[in-house]
């Protein structure tokens, strides 16, 4: 009778007769937020604590045996999502099933045995070794700690992971330190100390980013190459879409805490939906100087994670955005903000500032009146938006006078739903 | 007479170690007309960043540098510190790979470009102040924010109040040592197109230091490729994408992972320890098609095209 490999035991349902899952992840609306700090004011005085939104309610699942790309710029929240599915870091609220157990809130000492079967690489390879232990000794630990190996059975396997990541000769450089090899050789030994406990799912942050480019493939070759001996899973995390094109089934697109897009890679690259998709891709620099042009950037930089903008996180900075996106307050007076940086233009409009005097709240904007302003203040703004109109300005519902101040107030944004479009999921009004 | 806004020739670099000395930069020699881009590119290590230092003669105390470089004529190595001094700054102007570290934590934004200006010209505060708020609005950072201290900015905006700072003076040349690796990919994308429109603008020459060769394609009109303190190709960006001549070209443009990549490539070996790197080619170790004489002659700097150079035994069976 032929074995039955354990592994695709792993794979059944652990319930006779349930639907057979083969998500080994699941993770639903997960959130992770840091405190940053408070606001002064106790919360009785109407203070209130401020957290940095990192992950704000993502979901996503990884098939058995598949490479998932989470992809986003820096301070999108991929890293921090990484870390929280392997519960180094502990979830704010949402789900992680792991190999359908729920590992949410599980207890560190049920969580011990299933950390042999999750692990991670670092992105740098300098900082994710210890100096003081040899690259065998790192190596061969997770042995030790896990499955309790002797010094020796412990030491034989570190050779084999090492010959199979390219760490030769395995022998000489077992007694190495650190030190004494190059980055690219560093990466292979974190990752020989990841695969050493034959895990089934590994989170990849940024594995090849500290490296040269032309060391880079090498190890993402040794990263592929063992994937399709063992069949792991890989969360791989990445601001290169280049690399997560070439490597990955299925991408999700992360910006600012959220995924604004997910599914199948060939289908995103050949025709990305999402406005954010589209400008990320568009950005990258291509090496070929025949292809040289003139390129649709956003504006602007990627906002706070403590404010983190009302609707689509990316309405302020989308070429293709609606009145209805997540108009406020604020982005009223980054417009006036941007429009006066022509001396000329700030100089003439000067009856509406300073603008220090302007507060936002939610999707108010407001200025208390002066004994000098011109008596037709709402009817000026009124005048500068009708000149400019765009999707900002058709977003307002009303200039006023309202008491003491002059009030600018939106409507509220339309609600955003993710919705099921040509093979991926996108978080987006235009469609 | 020439047109060359600087001219360097035979130029080496040599740091002092305790092991001996790093030969960072060995015998480079190349020119830039007036609002031209020239990239230099190379992997960690291969003596670039030194290039950029030794033209702004910011190298550390005891480091041997021979060769010369012209700056519109003049021989920067010939110059008192003090005559260094006025040209850093003002017609030679430097950005930095990682803007925070660059900008003084203490002092506003204000202060920097206030005392910038007066280091090099006797105006007034006001006038300084003036020329700040007009180099800061190009950059589309608005007058209300100059007060403000470097940390409450993004990346992408001190690396903007950067290039404000450095452009106040109206140099000649602006020497950008990786200017966008601490970046994202979208703010990457602005900056380059903010240098490439005041290169037009200014007709201001442009060194770009970079390891990143989508960058060069995109933004470079000639391209330097250096590997172990050496150039091994210089030409068009065009002719050096399309037929490069040396093979560390061929396999560095081969390993770039890009949109539109079918395999994965990698270059065997690492670059050499430059303290004492190999003989003759030095890239004869990792290269596919070295032969004896590349192990035991230096190859020759030849032009193998119009304007297109290389150092390669080989090179006319890779036209």
């Not at chain 1, 999402?274 to 025949?290: G, N, R």
């Not at chain 2, 490439?196 to 230091?209: A, N, Q, T």
Request: hydrophobic share 40%.
């Amino acid at each position: 009778m032929d074995p039955v490999p354990r592994r695709s035991l792993r794979g059944l349902s652990f319930r006779e007769g349930l639907p057979v899952t083969d998500d080994i992840l699941e993770v639903r609306d997960l959130v992770k937020h840091f405190p940053v700090k408070s606001t002064g004011l106790p919360d009785f005085l109407g203070g209130h604590r401020l957290v940095v939104h990192a992950v704000d309610g993502i979901s996503f699942s990884l098939r058995r045996g598949e490479i998932f790309g989470l992809v986003g710029e820096s301070g999108c929240g991929k890293t921090t999502a990484g870390r929280t599915v392997l519960r180094l870091l502990e979830p704010t609220a949402g789900t992680i099933r792991f190999d359908g157990m729920d590992i949410t809130h599980l207890k560190e000492a049920k969580l011990r045995p299933l950390r042999k079967r999750m692990q991670i690489i670092f992105q740098d390879p300098h900082a994710a070794l210890n100096p003081a232990m040899t690259i065998g000794q790192s190596i061969a630990d997770p042995l030790i700690i896990h499955e309790g190996a002797s010094e020796t059975e412990a030491k034989a396997s570190a050779l084999d992971i090492m010959n199979e990541v390219g760490l030769a000769p395995a022998e000489q450089l077992f007694a190495k330190y650190p030190g004494d090899l190059s980055g690219g050789q560093k990466q292979r030994a974190v990752i020989a100390r990841a695969m050493i406990l034959k895990p089934e799912l590994i989170v990849a942050d940024e594995p090849v980013a500290m490296l040269d480019m032309s060391i880079r493939s090498r190890v993402l070759e040794v990263i592929l190459d063992l994937k399709r001996r063992y069949g792991h899973t890989y969360l791989f995390i990445t601001h290169d879409l280049a690399t997560a094109k070439f490597i990955c089934d299925r991408i999700g697109i992360m910006y600012l805490g959220r995924i604004v897009e997910i599914g199948a890679a060939k289908n995103i690259y050949a025709d990305p939906k999402h406005p954010y998709t589209k400008a990320l891709l568009e950005a990258i620099p291509v090496p070929d100087p025949m292809r040289r042009g003139r390129k649709v950037l956003p504006q602007g930089e990627v906002p706070d994670a403590v404010y983190p903008p009302a609707g689509c996180r990316f309405h302020p900075r989308c070429p293709a955005v609606l009145p209805t996106c997540g108009w406020e307050g604020r982005d009223f007076v980054e417009f006036l903000e941007q429009r006066w940086i022509s001396p000329e233009v700030a100089a003439a409009e000067s009856a509406l500032g300073p603008l220090e005097h302007w507060e936002v709240s939610g999707l108010v904007a407001r200025r208390p009146r002066r004994a000098d302003d011109p008596g037709n203040l709402a009817d000026k703004i009124r005048v500068i938006l009708e000149e400019v109109k765009s999707p900002m300005t058709e977003a307002i519902d009303v200039v006023e006078i309202d008491r003491n101040d002059v009030v600018i107030r939106f409507r509220p944004p339309a609600k955003l739903e993710p919705v099921h479009i040509e093979g991926r999921i996108v978080e987006c009004l235009l469609y | 007479m020439s047109q060359s806004v600087l001219e360097a020739s035979g130029l080496r670099v040599h740091y002092r170690t305790r092991r001996g000395f790093v030969r960072a930069v060995d015998g480079v020699s190349f020119s830039m007309d007036e609002s031209e881009t020239l990239g230099v590119v190379g992997e960690t290590g291969c003596g670039k960043s030194t290039l950029g230092k030794s033209i702004l003669g910011i190298l550390p105390p005891g480091t041997k540098v021979e060769g010369s470089i012209r700056f519109q004529g003049k021989d920067l190595a010939a110059l008192r510190p003090e005559e260094m001094r006025k040209i850093r700054g003002k017609d030679i102007a430097l950005i930095f790979q990682d803007p925070m570290t660059r900008l003084d934590p203490l002092f506003t934004i204000q202060d920097h470009f206030i005392e910038t200006i007066r280091a090099h010209e006797d105006v007034s505060k006001g006038e300084a102040l003036q020329r700040s708020v007009k180099a800061l609005a190009s950059m589309g950072i608005p007058e209300s924010r100059l007060k403000h201290y470097p940390h409450e900015f993004s990346g992408g905006m001190r690396q903007r109040i950067m290039i404000a700072m450095s452009l106040v003076m109206n140099p000649k040349l602006l020497i950008a040592d990786e200017p966008t690796t601490s970046l994202d990919v979208i703010v990457e994308a602005q900056i380059l197109e903010i240098l490439e429109d005041l290169r037009r603008v200014y007709k201001m020459s442009l060194l770009l230091i970079t390891h990143n060769l989508g960058i060069v394609a995109e933004a470079c009109d000639h391209v330097a490729v250096m590997y172990a303190g050496k150039f091994v190709e210089y030409g068009g960006v065009r002719d050096v994408f399309q037929r490069p001549i040396h093979p560390y070209t061929q396999a560095l443009l081969h390993s770039i992972i890009h949109l539109d990549s079918k395999e994965l490539y990698s270059i065997e070996g690492l670059p050499p320890d430059l303290i004492d790197p190999p003989p003759a080619c030095r890239f004869h170790p990792r290269c596919p098609h070295a032969e004896e004489i590349c192990r035991t002659e230096e190859p020759q700097w030849i032009q193998f095209r119009a304007g297109h150079y290389a150092a390669c035994h080989f090179g006319k069976d890779f036209l």
